[in-house]
């Protein structure tokens, strides 16, 4: 880290605080930062905010989200392919020139990425404008998963096996859910858990969401019980 990260953030969730008081968002991504960044998308555009996200990665291939962050958010997303590493200070430069003195910056990628962002960006907004996510990839050992059974609110009762998650298995049977980015980080297919314990896997619900254990991503998550019974929302 260095001395122009003003705002370290331990949780992206923290920064959706300030989402309320900031006139514009600007989202500045490298590599598999775009994953947190993803999740601040998604409840900026919920919120109606005006905010726009840069993505940077080597290559289209190599940029995990970029159809979906298209298709979601249309032009309020500048996707940034193949320029060499010694070419993106020139290239945050740019953006930062752009920038309206009150935005709120967030950023999350390798570190030296970040520390770009913030040293280009900082002089603009200020340092507590600046904030930064040190994203770690969740890793999920799924070599454990059992099948269990999920209920409807409707009466209807489904197998999941342990190759396919809920989401899956009602697509197959004719049972339309909202879903988009099925990661785990959108909350578009978080639905109600009436009965069962689930085991969350997503990056979306909050701390308190999942000990509470009322909801669950259907895209990701499993059931610790043999028995989900679920209300889809
Ligand atoms: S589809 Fe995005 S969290 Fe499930």
């Known amino acids: 880290m260095t001395d122009t990260i003003a705002v ?33 998308a998604y409840e900026l555009h919920r919120r109606g905010a005006e905010f726009e ?27 940034r392919f193949g320029g060499p590493r010694a070419e993106q200070p020139t290239t945050v430069k ?72 809920i989401l899956a298995v009602l697509g197959e049977n004719g049972i339309e859910v909202f879903k988009s980015c099925e990661e785990g980080i959108c909350g578009s ?5 009436l009965e069962g314990v689930p085991e969350h896997r997503d990056s979306c619900l909050s701390a308190a969401d999942k000990a509470a254990g009322d909801k669950m991503a259907l895209c990701v998550s499993r059931a610790r019980t043999a028995r989900l019974k679920i209300e889809l929302y």
């Not at 297919?189 to 858990?193: A, D, P, Q, Y």
């Open 8 to 40: 370290p953030l331990t949780d992206v969730r923290v920064a959706k605080l300030r989402v309320a008081y900031g006139a514009r968002h600007v989202l500045v991504a490298g590599g598999a930062g775009v994953t947190p960044l993803l999740s601040l």
């Open 189 to 193: 297919c978080v639905s109600g858990v």
């Open 94 to 165: 740019e953006v930062a020139a752009e920038l309206a003195p009150d935005a709120q910056v967030y950023t999350c990628g390798p570190e030296g990425f970040m520390a770009q962002v913030c040293a280009v960006f900082a002089p603009v907004v200020g340092e507590a404008r600046v904030h930064v996510e040190h994203f770690v990839a969740a890793e999920v050992d799924t070599s454990f998963d059992r099948p269990f059974t999920v209920e409807l609110d409707t009466g209807e009762v489904f197998e999941v096996p342990a190759d396919k998650s």
């Open 53 to 79: 996200l840069h993505d940077f990665a080597r290559a289209r291939e190599q940029a995990a989200f970029a159809g979906l962050l298209e298709r979601e958010f249309g032009d309020r997303v500048r996707l």
